[in-house]
């Protein structure tokens, strides 16, 4: 069974700190990962990950993978209020159909505290 | 609207009864995806259309769970006799799609929040 773990699941800064959020995930035709930043219904995408060891990056966000050891990490730099939100980590699979899927964490809720 | 929509928006209802949900994917999209996050969890899978082909349905959590979609436009998820563990939030996402190596980036709706008393 497809399984992704991110840690921690809650956590509690003050603007100007850096984070790491970490992701490790064991499932079947891995093809990618993503991340997405979820504010209050809708999941907004962040980065897609498909080559280990290339960092990809977003003004203050950045995120990379490593497919050997099965396991992404998202940084966030000089934190900020805006930033507080629960971010998912989803790898996308291919299922015995074709189709592709995503497989959701639980995700990690940020509060960022001014 | 360019981006996914959802209705109804929240739906309170009793146990028992049946709901329909409704998802009106960006236009152009062939790829449609249904998810159900419950409080404090994670987004888990339930149905994926693609274009004409056969719905992959592996998501599903039970026989009162079904989905349609005409084409490649709006799709509606139908929960009957709802239960109250049914109760989360239930996300619809959209991508161009396609089964070619690469992937398509999905656009998520609002959701729908259901309640089941």
């Known amino acids: 069974e497809d399984k992704v773990v991110q840690s921690p699941l809650s956590l509690v800064v003050h603007e100007g700190d850096t984070v790491t959020l970490n992701c490790s995930y064991e499932v079947t035709n891995f093809r990618s990962l993503l991340w997405y930043k979820q504010e209050k219904k809708a999941p907004t995408f962040l980065f897609m990950l498909?080559?280990?060891?290339i960092e990809k990056k977003s003004g203050r966000l950045s995120s990379i993978l490593d497919k050997k050891e099965l396991f992404s990490i998202l940084n966030i730099t000089a934190t900020q209020t805006g930033d507080s939100a629960v971010y998912l980590c989803a790898p996308l699979t291919l299922t015995q159909g074709g189709s592709e899927k995503l497989v959701f964490g639980k995700g990690t809720k940020l509060t960022v505290n001014p | 609207g360019a981006g996914v929509s959802q209705s109804p928006s929240n739906k309170v209802t009793e146990k028992g009864k049946d709901v329909e949900l409704r998802c009106d994917p960006i236009s152009g999209h062939t790829a449609l995806y249904w998810y159900r996050q419950r409080l404090g969890q994670g987004l888990e899978f339930l149905i994926y259309f693609q274009g004409n082909s056969a719905p992959d349905k592996s998501g599903l959590p039970s026989d009162r769970f079904s989905a349609e979609r005409t084409g490649e436009s709006v799709s509606t998820l139908t929960i009957q006799r709802t239960q109250q563990e049914d109760s989360a939030v239930y996300l619809c996402?959209?991508?161009?799609?396609?089964?070619?190596?690469?992937?398509?980036?999905?656009?998520f709706g609002p959701g729908t929040r259901l309640t089941v008393l």
């Open positions: 498909t080559s280990s060891g």
């Open positions: 996402a959209s991508s161009l799609g396609g089964r070619v190596a690469g992937y398509n980036e999905q656009f």
